[in-house]
């Protein structure tokens, strides 16, 4: 199985901070990776697919980068809707799909 | 509106079955859309549980190891439903469930899904005696 390791696991940020988190994966993925956000009681919602390409609907602020391993997801100028819990994923092999453990965003 | 609701949940004891249903509506179904099933624990982190693959690629599934054997993923094109069928049910098994879609594809170096981008709103499963 492909291992996805995210950190840190979680971290503390002010509004308007810019932020990144950073997912590894434990063999090359190319670029079958995805980000998503979930905020408390509500399901996930995709924000980057394919490293680096934004999802429709999903404000410019959030973008994404890497290959192969390793991988990063930046949210610049933080907005207060930001605060929540952000997962990668590996679509590069569905035997099986993995996520990371998730990066919770946390108001400083 | 694009949508997936999922139904069926509800409290079980162990060693017994349930089925969840997942309801599509405002997309096609069956050709293109690999139909996902991934659950959270309570205060953990997402499982992804299986999928079956788009009508176009047959429909045919594969699974997480933890649920192998013990749970079956089905699709009804004709109704744009999708089932996940939850056999031998174990109290680690207790979680939120979820439905998911993603575009899938093969090309010269195999299959793939993009990523997941529309969700249910989850359905609560609680195995317990």
């Known amino acids: 199985d492909i291992q996805m390791t995210q950190s840190p696991s979680s971290l503390s940020a002010s509004v308007g901070d810019r932020v990144t988190i950073t997912c590894r994966a434990s063999?090359?993925?190319?670029?079958?990776l995805n980000w998503y956000q979930q905020k408390p009681g509500k399901a996930p919602e995709l924000l980057i697919y394919?490293?680096?390409s934004l999802q429709s609907g999903v404000p410019s602020r959030f973008s994404g980068s890497g290959s192969v391993t390793d991988f990063t997801l930046t949210v610049s100028n933080l907005q207060p809707e930001d605060f929540a819990t952000y997962y990668c994923?590996?679509?590069?092999?569905?035997?099986?799909?993995?996520f990371g453990q998730g990066t919770r965003v946390e108001i400083k | 509106e694009v949508q997936l609701v999922e139904s069926g949940g509800g409290l079980v004891q162990p060693g017994r079955s349930l089925r969840l249903s997942c309801t599509a509506s405002?997309?096609?179904?069956?050709?293109?859309?690999?139909m996902n099933w991934v659950r959270q624990a309570p205060g953990k982190g997402l499982e992804w549980v299986g999928f079956?693959?788009?009508?176009?690629?047959?429909?045919?599934?594969e699974y997480a190891a933890s649920v192998k054997g013990r749970f079956t993923i089905s699709r009804d094109d004709s109704k744009s439903i999708a089932y996940l069928q939850m056999n031998s049910l174990k109290t680690e098994d207790t979680a939120v469930y979820y439905c998911?879609?993603?575009?899938?594809?093969?090309?010269?170096?195999?299959?793939?899904?993009?990523?997941?981008?529309?969700w249910g709103q989850g359905t609560m499963v609680t195995v317990s005696s």
């Open positions: 394919a490293a680096s």
């Open positions: 998911t879609r993603a575009r899938d594809y093969y090309d010269s170096s195999g299959y793939y899904l993009d990523g997941f981008d529309i």
């Open positions: 079956s693959r788009s009508k176009v690629y047959g429909g045919t599934t």
């Open positions: 994923q590996q679509t590069y092999s569905s035997r099986p799909i993995t």
């Open positions: 405002g997309f096609t179904f069956g050709d293109y859309y690999a």
């Open positions: 063999q090359s993925i190319s670029n079958y």
